[in-house]
């Protein structure tokens, strides 16, 4: 298994930017770099005892918006449905602490 698990760690050392950004794209006449927030994990275990493992892995991948060239300078435009999802949860833990602050405020 650790033969395994050191393969893998050669496999996924050098993922990192090169997966994060990807190369630049012509639409529409101009240059755009697509960029993603790219996260992956894996892990195994076993028993001494038996000589039972296992092992597993996942990933995801968010695209974050493309970096666009507007007139010499390079500008960050934001996928704007990941931006909403994203905010989903802080809004509604904002109104959470806002509801206890009101309610405390009222006792």
Known sequence: MS???SSLVDTFK???????????????????????LVSFGFGGGGEAGNGASGGGGGG???????????GGRS??????????VCLVPAIL????????VVRAARS
């Open 3 to 5: 033969d395994t698990f």
């Open 14 to 36: 050098n993922i990192g930017v090169s997966k994060a950004y990807g190369p630049p794209i012509q639409v529409g006449g101009e240059e755009i770099i697509p960029v993603a």
């Open 60 to 70: 995801m991948v968010v695209p974050l918006g493309v970096y666009r060239n507007d």
């Open 75 to 84: 500008l960050f435009r934001p996928n704007t449905v990941v931006t909403l």
């Open 93 to 100: 833990a904002a109104g959470a602490a806002v509801s206890r």
